[in-house]
């Protein structure tokens, strides 16, 4: 089967939907389909092997000039390749991530109108390159947000087009609520084109078919699976005694609640009677949140405790994986509800039990597995109760950190969220 994924790039951060997006397309391709990952906005930005195309669509150099001034729309198709130059665009990632996502409301409605928007000139050519070049059996978008293609990709190809849904709400969130109220009407509209939607948790499907209002367009679960090549083979044993080791590995920014943990950590910490524990935190630090983490440093300071705290660089996936074998337990308490919970996989990857958020995906997961400890959001107590719990219970540690390494390698691997990608796409194909 030849399959287009279109995907956008996040302005050169680590994004768990254009990393869940390039695992895919790779484990699609190993067991025999081709798959083609088509990036949008910039070039995506993965610790894997990159399967993605060179060329990038709906470059931000353009889609922004063409938001801006008439004249831009009317240029050439060989000048605007000029600006969709990959190396242009990484460049000019490192300042367009720091724009927040408030301020791109006019642009999103703009994207989302498709031909009517003022990025048309954009969207005829990613259509003519998949009818032309590409020619796929199947095409799936990987958010909503992209769905102002869809009328036009309908009209110009005969194939099923779906669409993924695993984070739309947490951009559209945040943007005012009158732009909020336009791109959700015209998403409601767009998905009428849709053949299905594919969600990453149950709990995801349920609440976007009520957030965007689009029963009438079939669902499906498939849920994220990593490439364990290079992750740990065996359980984690707690250190007799301690220190023991907290850990945080996400894009460290206030949606992830990087803030939940340092409060859990200091609460525990003046706590009498508990262990000596000691936090280590490790991720995506964009500019933008640089001085949301010093805050969160500064909080720590006051407490006294600078010295039992850790960020540790993060470059490559190997860095990754030696974090996640360097501490006894994971936590991103996420103040938002998440849609897939990478880093709880690989945290299981690696023999690490969880303790997360009873909110997003994270129940469903952990019910899955067994290998975590679900507290109420933003709730630092109970988080740091759920810590100790976990650290101090050497058999009960023991259990989940051998549940979540069984869980991961049978449930949530790469290479079964691509069979079970392909049973949904052959519904329709």
Request: glycine share 8%.
């Amino acid at each position: 089967m030849r399959i287009a994924f279109i995907t956008a790039g996040a302005a050169g951060m680590y994004c768990g939907s254009c990393m869940r997006d390039n695992t895919l397309v790779g484990a699609l391709n190993k067991i025999g389909h081709d798959a083609l990952l088509i990036p949008t906005y910039t070039p995506i930005r993965t610790d894997e092997d990159d399967s993605s195309q060179k060329r990038v669509f709906f470059g931000g150099i353009n889609v922004f000039l063409q938001q801006k001034s008439w004249l831009f729309r009317k240029t050439p198709w060989l000048l605007d390749r000029l600006l969709d130059y990959p190396r242009l665009l990484k460049w000019v990632s490192r300042f367009a991530v720091r724009t927040p996502y408030s301020v791109l409301g006019a642009l999103t409605v703009s994207m989302l109108k498709g031909e009517d928007g003022f990025q048309k000139k954009e969207l005829a050519k990613l259509v003519a390159y998949l009818r032309d070049d590409v020619k796929p059996d199947v095409i799936l978008l990987t958010n909503a947000l992209l769905s102002g293609i869809l009328p036009a990709l309908k009209v110009a190809l005969s194939v099923p087009v779906l669409v993924t849904l695993q984070g739309d709400d947490i951009f559209l969130d945040a943007l005012p609520e009158k732009d909020r109220g336009a791109c959700v009407d015209l998403i409601r509209e767009n998905l009428m084109f849709a053949t299905a939607t594919i969600s990453t948790s149950r709990f995801y499907a349920d609440h976007m078919n009520e957030y965007l209002g689009i029963h009438d367009v079939p669902s499906h679960v498939v849920y994220p699976g990593i490439n364990l090549k290079g992750h740990g083979e065996q359980g984690r044993v707690l250190p007799t005694g301690g220190p023991y080791r907290v850990g945080y590995f996400a894009r460290i920014a206030p949606e992830k609640g990087f803030h939940n943990l340092v409060d859990a950590f200091i609460h525990l910490r003046q706590t009498p009677g508990t262990p000596k524990v000691l936090l280590k935190a490790s991720g995506w630090l964009g500019e933008n949140n640089r001085g949301y983490f010093e805050q969160q440093v500064k909080k720590l300071a006051a407490a006294g405790l600078t010295d039992d705290f850790e960020h540790v660089e993060s470059k490559d996936h190997a860095a990754k994986v030696r974090f996640l074998q360097s501490v006894d337990v994971l936590s991103v308490p996420t103040t938002y509800r998440e849609p897939k919970g990478l880093y709880v996989l690989e945290a299981w990857a690696n023999g690490l039990p969880v303790v997360q958020p009873a909110h997003g995906s994270f129940p469903e997961l952990i019910e899955m597995t067994g290998a975590g400890h679900l507290v109420p959001p933003n709730d630092p107590a109970a988080l740091a109760a759920a810590l100790v719990t976990t650290l101090t219970d050497a058999e009960l540690h023991q259990k989940m950190s051998r549940l979540g390494l069984d869980r991961v390698r049978d449930r949530f691997t790469a290479e079964r969220m691509a069979k079970e990608t392909v049973a949904v796409l052959e519904k329709y194909t």
